[in-house]
């Protein structure tokens, strides 16, 4: 936050010059968490804290100031919270403007907020707009491996990082590949046998047509030699 050895807040930072009366006479901010003393004098707590821890008398008027009597002006906080203010980071681009009470808020979303780079072991500090360029290049930057083997990657090793999940995928599908080869092979077999088998039955019945027709012309023959012989004399008998 703005950082106090001035307790209150930079008059700077205001859109619109503060009114004499909301600034603390000790710091010359504008009243942070403003407390009246016994005297109505008002300054911010811390810095009139700081001031009876030296001397119990009023640094406007000297007074003496009871330090376990001063009040706190909520009235005047919230007013002082609804002045706009410019945001701290203006410098560095940012013109955002918003009421002074929602300071802290801002400051957890500008884009010109510098942070501290949020991986682990880096030291950049950056623009949170810039982060996610940042991150892009970080060498700290870790991510576990999209396969789920548990490895954390950086940019430069995720190029290189042989996982062994994707290593085994790679070896299934290989295997896979495999065996629907070796399975179309089988079935090309069986068939293969299927036909020979077929073929075979197909010879036996070629061979056993063949010895039937052997043995028809054997009788054939034997017929007609035995015919033969009969026919001529039976012939040379009629004539
Ligand atoms: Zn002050
Ligand atoms: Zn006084
Ligand atoms: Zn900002
Ligand atoms: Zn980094
Ligand atoms: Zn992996």
């Known amino acids: 936050m703005l950082a106090p050895p001035s307790g209150g807040y930079d008059t700077e930072l205001f859109v619109d010059t503060p009114d004499h009366d909301l600034i603390c006479t000790i710091c010359q ?15 911010c707590k811390k810095c009139i804290l700081q001031w009876l821890r030296r001397q119990e008398t009023c640094p406007c008027c000297r007074k ?12 005047m906080s919230k007013s002082i919270g609804r002045l706009r203010i410019k945001c701290k980071n203006r410098s560095c681009g940012c013109t955002a403007i918003f009421p002074l009470s929602e300071q802290h808020a801002h400051s957890l979303e500008c884009l010109f907020e510098r942070i501290l780079c949020p991986h682990q072991g880096c030291p950049a500090q950056v623009l949170r707009g810039e982060l996610d360029a940042h991150t892009r290049s970080c060498e700290h930057w870790r991510q576990p491996c999209p396969m789920g083997c548990g490895t954390l990657l950086g940019h430069q090793t995720r190029g290189q990082h042989n996982c062994y999940l994707k290593l085994r995928q790679e070896q299934e599908a290989q295997q896979q590949a495999q065996r629907q080869i070796v399975s179309g092979l089988q079935r090309k077999m069986r068939k293969m046998q299927k ?11 070629l061979c056993e047509t063949l010895e039937v027709m052997d043995d028809q012309e054997e009788a054939e023959v034997a017929e007609a030699e035995a015919e033969g012989p009969g026919e001529s004399s039976s012939s040379s008998s009629s004539s």
């Open 64 to 75: 003496p100031v009871n330090p376990s009597l001063i009040f706190v002006m909520y009235k």
């Open 29 to 43: 901010g504008v009243l942070r968490c403003p407390v009246r003393v016994a005297c109505h004098h008002i300054f």
């Open 195 to 205: 036909t020979m088998a077929n073929m075979k039955r197909q010879i036996g019945l």
